[in-house]
């Protein structure tokens, strides 16, 4: 069973400009986290995504966005890049509903796009 | 005030030791869970051992078990046999209420060096 995949690895972008990172989850699980890692604030959640739908959010300002697809594929969008940005992003999945497995029990994080903003 | 409480930065242990990694938590919900990660120098957060609060026993996955006192609201991670690629930052987190809908919370780490 194949794991969370995260493209692109790495990404180098120019202050001002925007970005979008990709985040495929285990096959069968339909929710989706993002979180961003610096070395200043440590592990930060963005928002999370189950059934196309964003359901949680954390405090981040609107240059922050994401979607889900159909197929549970889920992109987050950072416009109007800032040098601050520069982080590790990492995406977590999970089934995300109750029923089988708990839900709580669950959090499988890929390897992450390390975003350097210049 | 943090939830989650990492009061080691950075620890050393030798190969084949055993280590325990401190977390404490806090949360007034009573459906809680606690992960603890490890994260290598690649960047991927690894998962290792998850604790349900109601779980009435200390979760245990292969070298890792995890040492849970829910009075003292404590979520020690303990290593058996330490080997060289335990090298690494290792994160608590937890994710409040039954729901599954909550994020998690994560600890500042803790450093972890296997000397040989």
């Known amino acids: 069973k194949a794991g969370v995949t995260q493209t692109p690895r790495y990404l180098i972008k120019t202050r001002g400009q925007q970005v979008t990172l990709s985040c495929s989850p285990i096959?069968?699980?339909?929710?989706v986290s993002w979180y961003q890692q610096t070395p200043g604030q440590g592990l930060q959640f963005l928002f999370e995504?189950?059934?196309?739908?964003?359901?949680n959010k954390g405090n981040f300002p609107g240059r922050f966005s994401g979607r889900q697809f159909s197929n549970s594929r889920s992109e987050m969008n950072v416009s109007t890049l800032e040098l601050g940005d520069s982080a590790l992003y990492l995406c977590?999945?999970?089934?995300?509903?109750?029923?089988?497995?708990?839900?709580?029990?669950?959090?499988?994080f890929g390897q992450g796009t390390r975003l350097t903003v210049v | 005030a943090q939830k989650i409480t990492q009061t080691q930065p950075g620890m050393f242990v030798q190969e084949k030791e055993a280590v325990t990694l401190d977390c404490t938590y806090d949360?007034?919900?009573?459906?809680?869970?606690l992960f603890w990660y490890k994260q290598p120098s690649s960047g991927e957060m690894i998962f290792l051992i998850y604790?349900?609060?109601?779980?009435?026993q200390n979760a245990t996955e292969g070298r890792y078990s995890l040492n849970f006192q829910k009075a003292r609201k404590s979520a020690n991670l303990v290593i058996s046999a330490s080997q060289l690629g335990d090298s690494a930052m290792y994160f608590c987190?937890?994710?409040?209420?039954?729901?599954?809908?909550?994020?998690?919370?994560f600890g500042s780490g803790t450093r972890l060096q296997v000397q040989p």
């Open positions: 977590a999945s999970s089934s995300g509903q109750r029923g089988g497995r708990d839900p709580n029990t669950e959090a499988f």
């Open positions: 096959s069968g699980h339909r929710s």
């Open positions: 995504y189950f059934s196309e739908t964003q359901r």
């Open positions: 949360t007034s919900d009573q459906s809680y869970g």
């Open positions: 604790q349900g609060s109601y779980d009435e």
């Open positions: 987190a937890m994710r409040e209420g039954g729901t599954g809908r909550r994020a998690l919370t």
